[in-house]
């Protein structure tokens, strides 16, 4: 992708409600499936090399509904590291703030599902961790260029 080339309607509001009613269904086959099924991403560069997801359940800030997001992840170590992208858009993603105003959390990759505590990477832990992200999904980098805000690494550490 090329970072002049921001996608047009990327945030309109038809494309939100795609993405939320993918996600539903996206939530719905991997639970069903253990992850066997819809365990990968396939948009952009990770079209030609899939990469895994994993499905992140929080509580919503204003409702205390629990949601569930998939979203790519990276092992390191026993901590699942999470990026806060939402493609470049200007805005933070919702799970996102959920996490921040409420940091208790499960996690689940394929069947095993566990309890987590969210927090922001601190500026020295995401510069370690950034370069790794960029090459489990080099997007990443592309969404960082489309957008002024500095893109938070959420690190999910074992409860």
């Known amino acids: 992708m090329d970072p002049n080339n921001k996608p047009k309607g990327l945030d309109s509001p038809s494309?939100?409600?795609i993405l939320k009613v993918m996600s539903?269904?996206?939530?719905?086959?991997y639970r069903k499936s253990g992850g066997r099924l819809a365990s990968h991403w396939r948009m952009g560069v990770a079209f030609r090399k899939p990469v895994k997801i994993c499905l992140v359940e929080h509580t919503g800030r204003k409702t205390g509904q629990v949601r569930s997001t998939p979203l790519v992840f990276l092992r390191d170590g026993e901590r699942v590291v999470l990026v806060a992208s939402q493609a470049g858009l200007p805005n933070n993603p919702q799970w996102y703030l959920n996490l921040v105003a409420n940091p208790q959390a499960q996690v689940q990759i394929d069947k095993e599902r566990w309890p987590v505590t969210a927090r922001v990477a601190d500026p020295e832990e995401r510069a370690v961790l950034w370069p790794k992200l960029v090459e489990l999904y080099a997007d990443y980098d592309t969404y960082q260029a489309w957008t002024d805000r500095i893109i938070p690494v959420v690190i999910l550490d074992p409860a």
């Open 24 to 29: 539903k269904a996206n939530v719905w086959l």
């Open 15 to 17: 494309t939100i409600t």
